[in-house]
């Protein structure tokens, strides 16, 4: 077997492999006598069927089979051996392979372009200047977060009299012209609506100041617009109610209305464990904890964006357009030219930005062990817990989520790379000089748009 590669220029290539008879005959032979071991073949015994039968029924696709085998194995070798370092995969020159004839060639030559990856430098110093945003909370953002706290615990209590952001519960039933009861018409009992959700505000002052067993006729459509919303209250399916209109009576059963939760220490041990937090001040000041790593979350992400777009502005090289164009139609059977032209130049800079990514984390020596996996891992895992409200999950129920996460191949590379962004992004601190710069979070969220 021969390989040559000849570069057509600085990022495309073709290679050439040059397959002989002897190079394949032997493997080929042996997948036949193994074939032969176990045939079943009407009239013959197991393991008894000539030689010459079992090559004239399997003995071509065997060969393509190992062929291709054997061309994909020694590019592998090849490339790997020489150092050469692609962008996607060999993709065959069809118009040639299709010359190729399995009956009556014993050698081949077959063709591949080649995508070769660009050489380049990360270049840049402490003349690249990036912001590093630090977000000042203020009050309205902790009463915010305070708020957020004592309605997701908070409760619904009966009340007698309605008001306008309670619950009601009741029997719904449709009226006919005289303000009868449509016989056999759409009716549901114990269903609920909320009054907040009336869209019409004269029909929503009706159901404010109403106790149990009082009815209020309305009209449903102009309450409420919505479909969802209409098949909701009436236990349908959206596509039943399209053409419900007129006027319907609704009967009150029952009065809810949502209290938040009080600052107390049933709060406290319900957000983070029995006798984690024991008194107002302590919980205030989880709260602003809770508040600045959520923030500092936030300033270190768009760190990291704008380190990476300065690495991306400052960072010059090509690639092989043509042929990742032409290898993203081969790879995506469902994807059309006009599509693949579209989404091009968020898959360029996004290809840009991996091999500038992976050429600083091989000049650094970057490695990420089964300790960082794990711990990156169990992190995620809290975070998941805290947005169910599982604050005082255990650091054994953490690990063994975070281990069971770690077993699915799909989930450990995300993870792996995020860590790798991670340390990326820290050599990139170094490289460039960062200036602090405290804004709001209004002035943060416009950076954004």
Do not use: C
């Amino acid at each position: 077997m021969n390989i040559t590669r000849e570069n057509i220029d600085d990022l495309n290539a073709v290679l050439k492999v040059q397959v002989e008879k002897a190079d394949y005959e032997g493997k080929v032979e042996k997948v036949l006598r193994d074939y032969r071991k176990k045939a079943n073949i009407k009239g013959f015994r197991p393991g008894m069927v000539p030689f010459g039968l079992i090559k004239k029924m399997y003995g071509k696709a065997v060969q393509i089979e190992e062929i291709n085998k054997l061309v994909g194995e020694s590019i592998q070798k090849y490339l790997s051996d020489e150092k050469v370092e692609i962008l996607g995969d060999p993709l065959a020159k069809t118009d040639e392979h299709e010359q190729i004839d399995f009956d009556t060639q014993d050698s081949f030559t077959f063709s591949f372009d080649l995508g070769l990856a660009p050489e380049f430098e990360v270049k840049l110093s402490q003349k690249n200047k990036v912001n590093y945003y630090e977000i000042e909370a203020d009050e309205k953002m902790k009463n915010d977060y305070l708020e957020n706290y004592t309605r997701r615990y908070g409760t619904f209590i009966k009340a007698e009299v309605s008001e306008e952001k309670d619950m009601l519960k009741g029997r719904i039933e449709s009226l006919d012209t005289e303000g009868n009861p449509v016989e056999g018409g759409l009716s549901a009992d114990d269903t609920t609506l909320s009054i907040d959700l009336v869209k019409d505000k004269k029909i929503k002052k009706q159901f404010i100041g109403k106790a149990v067993n009082d009815s209020l006729v309305f009209d449903l459509r102009k309450a409420f617009p919505n479909d969802y919303e209409i098949a909701g209250i009436l236990k349908k399916q959206k596509d039943e109610v399209a053409d419900i209109n007129g006027d319907f009576r609704f009967t009150i059963s029952e009065i809810s209305r949502f209290t938040p939760a009080g600052i107390n220490q049933e709060l406290f041990d319900r957000i983070y464990g029995e006798g984690v937090v024991n008194s107002e001040e302590e919980f205030m000041k989880k709260i602003d904890d809770e508040i600045s790593a959520s923030l500092k979350n936030e300033s270190d992400y768009k760190l990291s964006v704008d380190l990476k777009n300065t690495a991306l502005e400052k960072t010059e090289f090509s690639l092989p357009e043509e042929f990742l164009k032409r290898w993203l139609l081969r790879v995506n059977d469902k994807t059309t030219e006009e599509q693949i032209e579209k989404e091009f130049d968020t898959f360029r800079k996004d290809l840009k930005w991996q091999l500038i990514r992976n050429k600083i984390a091989r000049a650094n020596e970057l490695k990420i062990t089964e300790e960082e996996l794990l711990k990156e891992a169990e992190n995620i895992t809290r975070l998941q817990f805290r947005q169910y409200g599982l604050f005082y999950a255990t650091d054994e129920q953490v690990t063994s989520y975070a281990k069971e996460t770690l077993k699915r191949e799909e989930d450990a590379k995300r993870i792996a790379d995020k860590i790798l962004e991670e340390k990326v992004t820290e050599i990139l601190k170094g490289m460039v000089k960062l200036e602090n710069k405290k804004v709001t979070i209004e002035e943060f969220n416009k950076l954004f748009e």
